[in-house]
């Protein structure tokens, strides 16, 4: 069964977020909440398509490169904790090599949706039956200092894939990683999935999809407010736009009104104004070159142990210790 963490005030904290976030200039909405059941399926869909690379290189480091990424983890026995662990389709490869090779090891895989946590779990019981799952819902560091003041003793093998800590802008991802760091015990491990710096052109086609998936994907927020908060949004009167800017590495993306409107948010009871083309930023995909990553692992505490890139070099994952 699932575990829900302290969730209660989950829609509290969405509403108080939002309220928040169209009060700003600009206007800006965290891409974590994304992911209700709707989002949590189309993000699968976008994982499906060709141009969406990150799922393909990330699967072929894992796939060609398992036994390596084993072979470094050592032998003691431990919890491998993934953050924001989504549907599991690329860590199933590690977690089949794992359980195939005997590795005493249980998996504890986190995300604020439970919806997708569900789908994961029962798709582990059918293709692993002998994995020991516990799903943890609830939001990283929440779960994290939860299972910390649980006095588990427990060597932890952290994955962060998919390049989530792309959502984070540089300086949150060094002070998100260093509290992470500030949560581990020497000798644990953290493996984490980095987009890489490339053509411009790959970047902005992975999030600009001609079939409007990603636009779908994105918009849904403005649903998800309209069905849990109690919004108004008409959300043709919105539309998807993607940026990337090669010098900084940050991917954007924004939901921009197409003409000028008022929408009506019941459960935040305001009414919020946006002129004609104003913007809302709802993701950062921030991209890194190889050095930045490894700055990355030094600042934040960590060694480096190994990186893991696919054929292209699209994409790293890149494994560290606590030392
Ligand atoms: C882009 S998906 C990636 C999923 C998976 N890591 C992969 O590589 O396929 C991001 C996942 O992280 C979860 N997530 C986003 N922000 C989160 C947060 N602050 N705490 C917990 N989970 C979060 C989302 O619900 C979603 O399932």
Redesign the pocket.
């Known amino acids: 069964m699932t575990i829900t963490t302290s969730l209660a005030g989950s829609k509290k904290a969405f509403a108080l977020s939002v309220l928040e976030g169209l009060q700003r200039t600009p206007k800006q909405i965290s891409s974590?909440y994304f992911?209700d059941e709707n989002g949590?399926r189309l993000?699968q869909q976008i994982?499906r398509m060709p141009s969406y690379y990150l799922?393909d290189s990330?699967y072929e480091i894992f796939d060609l490169q398992k036994e390596a990424i084993l072979r470094q983890l050592g032998d003691r026995p431990f919890d491998l904790i993934?953050?924001?662990?989504?549907?599991g389709?690329?860590t199933k490869v590690l977690l089949r090599h794992l359980s195939q090779k005997g590795v005493s090891f249980k998996y504890r895989p986190?995300?604020?949706?439970s919806s997708?946590l569900d789908t994961l779990q029962t798709s582990l019981r059918e293709e692993l039956p002998n994995l020991e799952v516990a799903p943890l819902h609830?939001?990283?560091f929440q779960v994290l200092e939860e299972l910390q003041q649980l006095g588990d003793h427990q060597k932890k093998v952290i994955f962060f894939?998919?390049a989530?800590i792309g959502?984070l802008t540089r300086e949150e991802s060094q002070s998100f990683l260093s509290r992470l760091n500030d949560l581990l015990s020497p000798g644990d491990m953290l493996l984490l999935?980095v987009d890489l710096k490339k053509d411009p052109a790959i970047i902005l086609e992975a999030y600009n999809d001609a079939e409007g998936i990603t636009a779908a994907f994105n918009l849904n927020l403005l649903h998800r407010i309209n069905r849990e908060l109690d919004g108004n949004f008409e959300v043709e009167h919105f539309k998807h736009w993607e940026t990337y800017n090669p010098l900084s590495g940050e991917t954007k993306s924004y939901i921009i009104s197409k003409v000028q409107q008022e929408v009506e948010i019941g459960a935040i009871s305001s009414i919020i104004h946006f002129d004609a083309w104003e913007a809302i930023e709802v993701e950062l995909s921030q991209k890194y070159s190889v050095e930045e990553v490894e700055s990355l692992a030094k600042k934040s505490g960590f060694r480096l142990v190994k990186n893991f890139f696919d054929s292209s070099r699209y994409f790293i994952d890149s494994l560290w210790i606590k030392q």
Do not use: P, Q, R, W
């Open positions: 974590k992911y949590d993000f994982m799922t990330e993934e953050l924001g662990a989504g549907d389709l690329k986190v995300d604020i949706s997708v609830g939001e990283y894939l998919g989530n959502n999935g």
